[in-house]
Every structure is written in C-alpha cells, then in structure tokens.
C-alpha cells in the first residue's frame, strides 16, 4: 500500500522560511518521479517542482528563486526548502509520487502553510 506522509507546514510570517518533508512507503521510491503541488482556496492544485527519478528538475516560475526540491531516496524523503515566502505561497501543499510507467500517481494528504503577518 502506497503511503506518502507530508510534514513541515505551519504558520510564518512573510519573508520567513519552511522546509516541508513527504516520507513514502509501499513503493520502490528510488526509481519513482517525486514532486511537490499546492492548492489554495478557490484555486486549482498547480505544480511547485517535480524531481524525476533522473533527468533535470523543474519548477514552477514563482519558485525557481526561492525553493528548492531535494530527495533522499535512502531516507524515501522528499523535501521543499522555501525561503522568502510571502502571503501568495499560503496553500495546502502535497507530494506526490509518479511510477515509472507513466500509470496515475499517488498523492500525500497534504500539509498547510499559512503565510501571515
């Protein structure tokens, strides 16, 4: 059974920084695509940054200078360092893992960050 546990949100204030986690199991992590998704009220789930199991990353415009994506796959961890966050990046974020074979992936429950003042 598939299993993606995402942890790290909060309340900060503006200019602040998070680091959010997403632990997985029931799945060869290693040779999956990982990647971090947002949603905010009254909007659609839009990417932040995907981390394929090879190849470059890619992030969202409004992250490519203020976070960064990372993966252990020893730990089966994925992690989103954010920096410089502002009120905009209040979201509920989600992690979500993509197979190799281009079947559906699966997605965490996700963690809320409320940037605030």
């Known amino acids: 059974q598939v299993q993606l546990v995402e942890s790290g949100g909060g309340l900060v204030q503006p200019g602040e920084s998070l680091r959010l986690s997403c632990v997985g199991s029931?799945?060869?992590?290693?040779?999956?695509?990982m990647g971090w998704y947002r949603q905010a009220p009254g909007k659609q789930r839009e990417l932040v940054a995907v981390m394929p199991e090879s190849g470059p990353v890619k992030y969202a415009d409004f992250a490519k200078s203020r976070f960064i994506i990372s993966r252990d796959n020893v730990k089966r961890t994925l992690y989103l360092n954010m920096t410089a966050l502002q009120p905009e990046d209040t979201a509920v974020y989600y992690c979500k893992a993509d197979p190799p074979n281009l079947k559906p992936g699966y997605w965490g429950q996700g963690t809320q960050v409320t940037v605030s003042s």
């Open positions: 029931g799945f060869l992590f290693g040779i999956y695509g």
